[in-house]
């Protein structure tokens, strides 16, 4: 079956190809008896505009771009899905842009990407939503953006973001496994470069100092949020003589790691080791035993992102400026977590 047409929707409501045009670009000056029966035929027909089209016939365009430069898979996938879910929803097209936060140059890459992609703005994901100097330049440019952050508040800087509180989630799960009676609490970092692993950091040392637990070095260790990293940290932590009897994670392709490394090691988890990790993703839930977490909303996350952007790109000089949103990640408690075993 062919593509219903734009066409096809002005024969179907009985008007011209310009009054299907101003409906869908919803422009004013449309008597309300014929916007509705245009709306019935595009329902009706399941037509769905093609935004790179409307892109080139109107001088808005009709197109998001997500970057994004993350390790970790299903952050990215959910992240991607979250956008073009609200993209699908407003007839909006989606130019997913993967690069180097590192880069010197990202600012010039960004801004040659929306003005040669006829852009109408960004969605910025961890880390690049995270260097203030390549937003600021961004917005000088006169690119509209919405950034997802790591913040324990909004962060109130002027730039239009929803934040996502991954410190007091990571305090939650380090109390978890401290009431289960662990004091040997071993930390694996995830990137440094992303804002959400000083602020899992900083929940974990929260959690031991209003305990009273001294922050042993030792025990953290510094990595990526990847498997391999995960692997590697699991394996230092566990060869000090006074090993570990709990590794948090800061995420969970890092705690998959250490479950990997755990049982290499021949050891039972969770009663000679417990382990947590952060995001749950997918695969938390099918390890064995499945993995204690913190559950983040990472589509729905993503969507409140694309939709804010919209808002942003729509209300081109708002009255106030609009709110910034926020999330707080859900501890979930699974087998990967008990008391440590009795000392003999």
């Known amino acids: 079956m062919r593509r219903p047409t734009i066409k096809d929707v002005a024969e179907r409501a009985q008007v011209s190809l310009k009054t299907v045009s ?51 898979p299903y952050y990215v996938i959910a992240v991607q899905a979250g956008v073009l879910s609200v993209c699908r929803e407003t007839g909006y097209g989606l130019q997913i842009h993967p690069c180097d936060s590192s880069s010197p140059t990202l600012a010039a890459e960004l801004i040659d990407l929306v003005q040669h992609s006829r852009l109408a703005g960004l969605v910025l994901a961890p880390p ?89 070095p030792a025990l953290v260790v510094e990595g990526d949020y990847s498997f391999d990293d995960g692997f590697r940290g699991a394996r230092r932590l566990l060869a000090l003589t006074d090993r570990p009897t709990a590794i948090f994670g800061s995420n969970d392709e890092i705690a998959a790691g250490v479950l990997a490394a755990a049982k290499s090691s021949g050891m ?4 000679d080791l417990s382990i947590a990790g952060f995001e749950d993703s997918p695969f938390s839930k099918q390890s064995w035993p499945a993995l204690t977490t913190a559950k983040q909303a990472t589509q729905e996350i993503a969507q409140h992102a694309a939709r804010r952007l919209l808002q942003e790109i729509r209300e081109q000089a708002p009255r106030k400026p609009l709110p910034n949103e926020g999330f707080s990640p859900e501890l979930v408690v699974r087998g990967s977590t008990a008391p440590p075993r009795p000392k003999a």
């Not at 093609?50 to 430069?69: E, K, W």
């Not at 002027?158 to 009676?181: F, K, N």
Request: proline letters at 5%.
């Open 22 to 72: 101003r409906v869908i670009n919803d422009e004013p000056g449309v008597q309300a008896r014929t916007r509705e029966r245009v709306q019935q035929a595009i329902a009706e027909l399941g037509y769905q505009p093609d935004p790179s089209a409307r892109s080139l016939r109107s001088a808005q365009p009709y197109a998001l771009g997500l970057v994004y430069d993350n390790p970790n």
């Open 268 to 271: 039972n988890v969770p009663y």
């Open 128 to 216: 690049m939503s995270e260097r203030n100097e390549l937003v600021t330049e961004l917005v000088a440019h006169g690119i509209r953006l919405v950034r997802i952050v790591s913040s324990a508040a909004d962060p109130q800087d002027g730039s239009a973001c929803v934040y996502v509180d991954d410190r007091d989630a990571a305090y939650e799960i380090t109390e978890h496994l401290i009431q289960l009676g662990h004091t040997r609490i071993g930390f694996l970092w995830g990137g440094k470069s992303h804002g959400s692993s000083w602020e899992r950091y900083k929940g974990y040392e929260d959690a031991l100092h209003e305990y009273g637990i001294r922050l042993d």
